[in-house]
T-cell receptor, first 114, second 114 residues
Framework: GAVVSQHPSRVICKSGTSVKIECRSL??????MFWYRQFPKQSLMLMAT?????????EQGVEKDKFLINHASLTLSTLTVTSAHPEDSSFYIC??????????FGSGTRLTVV | AQSVTQLDSQVPVFEEAPVELRCNYS??????LFWYVQYPNQGLQLLLK??????LVKGINGFEAEFNKSQTSFHLRKPSVHISDTAEYFC????????????FGSGTRLSIRP
């Protein structure tokens, strides 16, 4: 079946630094990828929709300058959290779309900013 | 726009008992519905989805769900649960008009008691 690899699974960074999270579709091409944020014991909140070769579409309230999304190829999308602060600590999950309504999720990245 | 409501935040069930996790949606257009399961510190795994056709959908791990358009519901059921079913379950919705964005419910924590 379709597999999405997300790295790293855990990262701890110092406040003020930037962190990059990668999301790769291993056995299919994904023209569209999605990035979600999940707070403890809460649901997934869509942050942005990433389309290969074009600018990402951000949801209302998501700072595009803080959460940089790049989708340079059909198998790779990256999320960079710039100038991270403790309030950015969260669980980030990517999803790649395959076909019309097939969504495969990565295993998530636990970001802790200290 | 679509929305999805999961009526129960937590559902405790004894092992081998049946379970139903409730999900209601709201939409002015035709919808596509999903159930996902999330184990601790992991991404989401698709249990089943309804796109069209038979309203009774069978998924993995013995789960099934029934699409009820008149009641705008998509409840998830399993006739006999196991300890391994302990997890967070998310109902989700998308539509043709939503640019493939998938919206999640708040989640239901299923806890199985021996």
């Amino acid at each position: 079946g379709a597999v999405v690899s997300q790295h790293p699974s855990r990262v701890i960074c110092k406040s003020g630094t930037s962190v990059k999270i990668e999301c790769r579709s291993l056995d299919f091409q994904a023209t569209t990828m999605f990035w979600y944020r999940q707070f403890p014991k809460q649901s997934l909140m869509l942050m942005a929709t990433s389309n290969e070769g074009s600018k990402a579409t951000y949801e209302q309230g998501v700072e595009k300058d803080k959460f940089l999304i790049n989708h340079a190829s059909l198998t790779l999308s990256t999320l960079t959290v710039t100038s991270a602060h403790p309030e950015d600590s969260s669980f980030y999950i990517c999803s790649a779309q395959q076909g019309t309504y097939g969504y495969t999720f990565g295993s998530g990245t636990r970001l802790t900013v200290v | 726009a679509q929305s999805v409501t999961q009526l129960d935040s937590q559902v405790p069930v004894f092992e081998e008992a049946p379970v139903e996790l409730r999900c209601n949606y709201s939409s002015s257009v035709s919808v596509y519905l999903f159930w996902y399961v999330q184990y601790p510190n992991q991404g989401l795994q698709l249990l089943l989805k309804y796109l069209s056709g038979s309203t009774l959908v069978k998924g993995i791990n013995g789960f099934e769900a029934e699409f009820n358009k008149s009641q705008t519901s998509f409840h998830l059921r399993k006739p006999s649960v196991h300890i391994s079913d302990t997890a967070e379950y998310f109902c989700a919705v998308t539509s043709y008009s939503s640019a493939s964005k998938i919206i999640f419910g708040s989640g239901t924590r299923l806890s199985i008691r021996p």
